[in-house]
């Protein structure tokens, strides 16, 4: 298979970057859909996984924000066929679940750049694409984000 390549909205914003929303609990997307969408940006969203791929291979967006804990097909699955599928788009994975911490630490294995632990606000949602669309436009003043491969010792498996 193909690497799809992500295409990079323009500075003066004729092509607004799109952000895929994957998350099972309407609310939490519809959450996240609004903040984004406040910040200007385009939303697309699925309520699992294999719906989430299935629109990226429609067409790519310039970000993906994941769940992990999932149904139908879980988020770290998504993860590891999105780096197939497209191995520079950036992905925000996000968990509220009782072992968050555990869940987020495991995607960075896998290819997530940066993970935000639930509930956030919509601040640090923003934020967080902000900088993983622009690392070089931004920084981040703290709060739950987690970077992933800032650190050395996290490798990105080859496939």
């Given at each position: 298979?193909?690497?799809?390549?992500v295409s990079t909205p323009t500075a003066q914003g004729a092509n607004v970057a799109e952000i895929?929303?994957?998350?099972?609990?309407?609310?939490?997307?519809?959450?996240?859909?609004?903040?984004?969408?406040?910040?200007?940006?385009?939303?697309?969203?699925?309520?699992?996984?294999?719906?989430?791929?299935?629109?990226?291979?429609?067409?790519?967006?310039?970000?993906?924000?994941?769940?992990?804990?999932?149904?139908?097909?879980?988020?770290?699955?998504?993860?590891?066929?999105?780096?197939?599928?497209?191995?520079?788009?950036?992905?925000?994975?996000?968990?509220?679940?009782?072992?968050?911490?555990?869940?987020?630490?495991?995607?960075?294995?896998?290819?997530?750049?940066?993970?935000?632990?639930?509930?956030?606000?919509?601040?640090?949602?923003?934020?967080?694409?902000?900088?993983?669309?622009?690392?070089?436009?931004?920084?981040?003043?703290?709060?739950?984000?987690?970077?992933?491969?800032?650190?050395?010792?996290?490798?990105?498996?080859?496939?």
């Amino acid at each position: 298979m193909n690497p799809i390549r992500v295409s990079t909205p323009t500075a003066q914003g004729a092509n607004v970057a799109e952000i895929l929303i994957i998350d099972d609990h309407p609310g939490d997307r519809y959450i996240m859909a609004e903040a984004l969408m406040g910040a200007g940006y385009q939303i697309r969203q699925a309520n699992e996984g294999a719906k989430g791929l299935a629109l990226c291979r429609e067409r790519l967006p310039a970000l993906v924000v994941t769940d992990i804990v999932m149904a139908v097909k879980d988020g770290i699955e998504t993860i590891r066929e999105l780096r197939r599928l497209a191995p520079n788009i950036p992905i925000l994975a996000v968990s509220g679940t009782e072992h968050a911490d555990l869940y987020l630490n495991a995607v960075s294995l896998l290819g997530a750049d940066a993970a935000l632990s639930k509930p956030f606000c919509f601040d640090e949602l923003v934020q967080a694409v902000a900088q993983l669309l622009n690392p070089s436009a931004h920084r981040f003043s703290g709060g739950k984000l987690a970077y992933m491969r800032e650190a050395a010792s996290i490798r990105t498996p080859a496939y």
